[in-house]
């Protein structure tokens, strides 16, 4: 049984930012600029997560790379490969991300556009709003451009295998990023699908389902996190338990009870879980029937929330 106020690890990359506000006022000490954040657990002797959440803030574009499936991440030595989705919490005008390419390619004409650079102009790349979502399946070429700030929850894998750098001396991975690339078009993204006045479905899949989840102020929930479970403040505040939480910061639980209370501006966070074991159940579309004088249910493929609705004038907002 576990609720934890999640511990926050700031990582230094050269296509990081200075400022990391309203997200947190983490930097490191000497000074570098930060990429991502990286939500921990806090107990030291805790065991360690299947799913790693994070933040990303980008002032240049990412590599172009991919990532492997399990089977591939296993022949390593790896205990898995890293499927990934994003939500953009903040976009500068243009911004864009890249996913999948504009044509299928052979894998020697993928090989001939990482070396001549052309891969830049054969990856299909979008623009962004706040409040868009983006899955990506292991073996998708992808990259992120500057201006951005997402979230990201993942398998819990740091095997990424970059294929083009923009210039950066960092080491690439050509080889092996060519043998688990999908070397062709991704699909057109996700289409979120509302739950609940409150839960938006906006991702599942055998590793995670991630959800937003907007209370109006005063709001109630209550999360039996019968799974590994984590939340994100992404706009407003709460009190989660025994703890205050507000813009970027995160809480984990698991085979515990969560109870959540919106502050006065209400609260949107994030939630991802883990054993859904494919697609979430047609259930979760459906509203559950309000128990007599009680609140309304609502059955997760992992955990039991139910919702206590805020008085008859609370303003529900969300980010879309």
């Known amino acids: 049984m576990a609720i934890e106020l999640a511990r926050v690890q700031a990582l230094p990359k050269p296509w990081g930012v200075a400022d990391l506000r309203p997200w947190s006022k983490a930097s490191p000490d000497d000074g570098r600029l930060v990429g991502e954040l990286w939500y921990e657990r806090s107990g030291g002797a805790a065991s360690a997560p299947s799913l790693l959440l994070k933040l990303l803030f980008t ?3 990412l590599s172009i790379q991919v990532h492997p499936d399990d089977a591939y991440a296993q022949s390593m030595g790896l205990a898995c490969g ?3 989705a994003w939500y953009i919490l ?3 005008p243009g911004a864009k991300i890249a996913l999948g390419l504009k044509e299928r390619l052979t894998s020697r004409q993928l090989r001939e556009a990482v070396d001549d650079g052309s891969i830049v102009r054969h990856i299909a790349w979008r623009t962004v709003l706040p409040g868009d979502a983006v899955f990506v399946p292991a073996g998708t070429v992808h990259a992120i451009g500057a201006g951005l700030v997402i979230a990201e929850i993942q398998q819990r894998s740091d095997a990424t295998f970059r294929m083009f750098d923009f210039g ?3 080491d690439l991975h050509v080889a092996r ?3 688990v690339a999908d070397a062709g078009p991704a699909d057109g993204g996700l289409k979120p699908k509302r739950l609940t006045d409150e839960r938006t479905l906006l991702a599942s899949n055998p590793h995670f389902a991630f959800e937003r989840i907007v209370l109006a102020p005063g709001a109630a929930l209550s999360l039996e996190s019968e799974r590994e479970t984590w939340l994100l403040v992404v706009n407003g505040s709460a009190r989660t338990g025994k703890f205050g939480v507000a813009i970027g910061d995160a809480v984990f639980a698991q085979l515990d009870r969560v109870e959540v209370q919106a502050g006065r501006d209400g609260m949107v966070c994030l939630v ?5 074991g494919g697609p979430v159940p047609q259930r979760l579309a459906e509203p559950g029937a309000a128990d007599a004088g009680g609140p309304e249910e ?3 493929a992992t955990s039991l929330a139910r919702t206590k609705a805020a008085p008859a004038n609370g303003h529900v907002g969300t980010l879309l």
Do not use: C, H
């Open 59 to 61: 002032s240049q574009p």
């Open 82 to 84: 890293k499927t990934e």
């Open 90 to 92: 903040s976009a500068a």
């Open 168 to 170: 950066r001396k960092r």
């Open 177 to 179: 990023a060519i043998a």
């Open 272 to 276: 991802a879980y883990t054993g859904v």
């Open 298 to 300: 609502m059955q997760l």
